[in-house]
């Protein structure tokens, strides 16, 4: 089991950045993939990024260049810096944990953060 809780959400003007962060409850380094993903209203929730326990990335194009991924293994916390944000970006944002284990993958969610773009 494991408990993903978000944080780092809140009100940017466009252009602006905010730095999301999604704490779990136990260490992350065996965990296979965490991401983020959002749900803007009325669409479906979609990926922005994840990254694997190797450190490898992958992005929505929507967002390539402008929102980072990342983990910190050691804080047990994945970071999604998100730059030059524009009204689209705006939603509420997931984090995602899978777990592979004997033989099973298992998904973990957090309780989601809202991003709100806007003069």
């Known amino acids: 089991q494991v408990q993903l809780v978000e944080s780092g959400g809140g009100l940017v003007q466009p252009g602006g950045s905010l730095r999301l962060s999604c704490a779990a409850s136990?260490?992350?380094?065996?965990?296979?993939?965490m991401g983020w993903y959002r749900q803007a209203p009325g669409n479906q929730r979609e990926l922005v990024a994840t990254?694997?326990?190797?450190?490898?990335?992958n992005s929505a194009d929507s967002v390539k260049g402008r929102f980072t991924i990342s983990r910190d293994n050691a804080k047990n916390t994945v970071y999604l810096q998100m730059n030059s944000l524009k009204p689209e970006d705006t939603a509420v944002y997931y984090c995602?944990?899978?777990?592979?284990?004997?033989?099973?993958?298992?998904?973990?969610w957090g309780q989601g953060t809202q991003v709100t773009v806007s003069y």
């Open positions: 995602n944990a899978v777990l592979i284990a004997m033989g099973a993958q298992y998904n973990f």
């Open positions: 136990r260490s992350i380094f065996s965990i296979n993939t």
């Open positions: 990254i694997t326990a190797g450190g490898s990335t």
